[in-house]
C-alpha cells in the first residue's frame, strides 16, 4: 500500500475513533434526558441536532474513506459517490448553520430581561422544528448538485478539466463556469452562517463582560449576587469556544475550496480535497469532547450510565449466585 494511502487512512481513522463515540455520547445523554424529562430546552435540541449532523459527517466521509483507504471496504461507486458526497455535503452545511443557530440562540438568552431580544428568544423557541425542518429542506436541496456532478474515480477518463478529484469519487463539472458558480454557492453558504456567528460570538463577549461589571458593582455595594444566570453564562461561554473552533477549522476549509476554484488543472492531485475533508470533518470530531467537558447535562447522564454499568454487573451476578 502507498504510504501516502496508509497516512491518509490513519488520518481518517483516527476522526472517525473520536467522532463517533463521541456524537453518539452526545446524542444518547439528551435521549436519556428526553426519557426522564419528557422535554428538551431549545439550546440542548439545537445541540442534540448538531450532535446527530456531526455524527453523518464523521461516518459517511472519515469512516468509509479510511476503509476504503486500508481497501477493507469501498462503496465508490458511481452510486456511492453520490450518496456519500450529497450526504456529506448536507450534513456538513446543517452541522455550520446549526453552531451559527445555537451561538444566536445563546446570544439572545444572555440579553438583559425584558428587552425586544428576551422575547425574540421565545419566538424562536416556540418555532424551533420549523427552523429545523427549513434548514432540512434548504441544505439537502442545494446538494443536489452533488448528485448530478459526481462520479467514481473508475471512470477517470471521462473527466473534463473542470473536475475537481476527491481520492475515491470526481465532482465532474461540465464547465469552467458551472464549476465558479456551483462553488461561489458552497463558499456563501459557509461564509454567510459564519460572519453572522462571529457577530453573534462578539456580542456575547460584549454582554458576558458587563454582566461580571455589573456583578463586581453589587458585590462592591454589598448587595446580594444575581448568579441565577450562571448556566446561561457558562453555556455562552461554551459556544463562543465551538464558534472560535468552527471558524479556524472552516476558514482553512474554505480558503482551501477557493483555491480549488481559482486554479485550473486541479484534477491530478486529491490532496487538496483531502485537507479540505480533514479540516471540515475535525470540527465534527471535536465538537462533541467540547460538548461533552462543558455540559452539566450530558455530563451528568453519561456518569450515570457509567455508575450504573457495575451495578448491573453485580446484580447479575448475585443473582447467577
Not at 458511481?78 to 451559527?100: E, H, N, Q
Request: aromatic residues 10%.
Amino acid at each position: 500500500m502507498p504510504s501516502d494511502k496508509l497516512v491518509r487512512g490513519w488520518l481518517f481513522l483516527s476522526l472517525a475513533v473520536v467522532g463517533i463515540p463521541g456524537n453518539i455520547a452526545v446524542i444518547v445523554a439528551f435521549l436519556l434526558l428526553i426519557l426522564q424529562e419528557c422535554f428538551l430546552l431549545a439550546a440542548d435540541a439545537i445541540v442534540l441536532h448538531l450532535a446527530f449532523a456531526n455524527l453523518l459527517v464523521v461516518l459517511v466521509r472519515c469512516l468509509l474513506e479510511a476503509l476504503a483507504s486500508f481497501r477493507l471496504a469501498n462503496v465508490f461507486g458511481d452510486v456511492g459517490c453520490k450518496a456519500v458526497i450529497f450526504i456529506y455535503r448536507t450534513s456538513r452545511a446543517l452541522s455550520i448553520w446549526l453552531t451559527f443557530l445555537l451561538s444566536a440562540y445563546q446570544c439572545l438568552s444572555i440579553a438583559p430581561p425584558g428587552s425586544s431580544w428576551a422575547s425574540a428568544r421565545v419566538l424562536v423557541a416556540q418555532n424551533l422544528p420549523a427552523v429545523f425542518f427549513i434548514l432540512w429542506v434548504l441544505h439537502t436541496s442545494m446538494s443536489v448538485g452533488a448528485v448530478l456532478f459526481s462520479v467514481s474515480s473508475r471512470n477517470y477518463t471521462a473527466m473534463t478539466t473542470s473536475a475537481v478529484n476527491a481520492e475515491f469519487c470526481y465532482v465532474n463539472f461540465r464547465s469552467d463556469v458551472l464549476k465558479e458558480a456551483y462553488g461561489a454557492i458552497q463558499v456563501s453558504r459557509d461564509v454567510v452562517p459564519m460572519a453572522l456567528m462571529t457577530l453573534t460570538s462578539l456580542i456575547i463577549l460584549v454582554l458576558l463582560y458587563k454582566h461580571s461589571q455589573h456583578l463586581k458593582g453589587l458585590r462592591g455595594s454589598g448587595s446580594a449576587g444575581a448568579g441565577s444566570s450562571g448556566a446561561e453564562q457558562r453555556a455562552a461561554k461554551v459556544v463562543v469556544v465551538l464558534v472560535t473552533v468552527y471558524v479556524v477549522l472552516y476558514g482553512v476549509d474554505n480558503g482551501f475550496w477557493v483555491y480549488t476554484l481559482t486554479v485550473r488543472n486541479t484534477l491530478s492531485s486529491s490532496l487538496i480535497s483531502d485537507l479540505r475533508v480533514f479540516f471540515a470533518s475535525l470540527y465534527a470530531a471535536l465538537s462533541p469532547l467540547v460538548i461533552i467537558a462543558s455540559n452539566r447535562k450530558v455530563n451528568g447522564r453519561l456518569r450515570c450510565v457509567a455508575q450504573e454499568r457495575p451495578l448491573l454487573g453485580k446484580t447479575a451476578r448475585l443473582r447467577s449466585i
